[in-house]
């Protein structure tokens, strides 16, 4: 009974070194937090941006062209493309995206050189990218 008291004791005062180790991590935690508050407090800037939708099938393209994006990827949904502003501004491939009310997507190809501010999300049914129509919607870059 008394080996089982001991095992006890020393169990319980593992766990209070353990608990102390803790507070301290995480006392240090927030001391690092409020140091870097005022950069970790600036908010993602939030764009509204041009949003369509394209299909691999572009009859403006040769089959060649049609297999890889940009990246030379093979185009895949919750792909999207990015202007050529966008992509000068940091926002490059293999970076994530938040369309708000569409998700998340990885940058993956690149828009034609006249398109500005604007994002092309990569749908395999020609359909619901024509029904996607044209929208001015509030986009995030996620990667910054």
């Known amino acids: 009974m008394e080996s089982k008291l001991a095992a006890l004791e020393t169990e319980k005062t593992e766990m209070r070194l353990d608990l102390e180790k ?3 991590e995480s006392t240090l935690l927030r001391m690092v937090v409020m140091a870097n508050l005022s950069k970790i407090a600036d908010p993602i800037p939030n764009r509204m941006l041009t949003v369509t ?3 691999p099938v572009e009859l403006t393209q040769s089959p060649e062209q049609q297999l890889l994006t940009a990246s030379l990827s093979k185009p895949k949904e919750g792909g999207i493309a990015v202007s050529p502003d966008l992509f000068k501004q940091g926002w490059v491939f293999g970076k994530k995206v938040y369309i708000k ?4 997507f990885v940058i993956t190809d690149l828009m034609a050189n006249s398109k500005t501010k604007s994002v092309d999300i990569f749908m395999n049914d020609h359909g619901k990218a024509l029904q ?3 929208r001015q919607i509030e986009v995030v870059l996620l990667d910054v």
């Open 101 to 104: 009310n569409h998700g998340v």
């Open 22 to 24: 803790v507070r301290d």
């Open 132 to 134: 996607f129509g044209k």
């Open 53 to 55: 939708a394209y299909t």
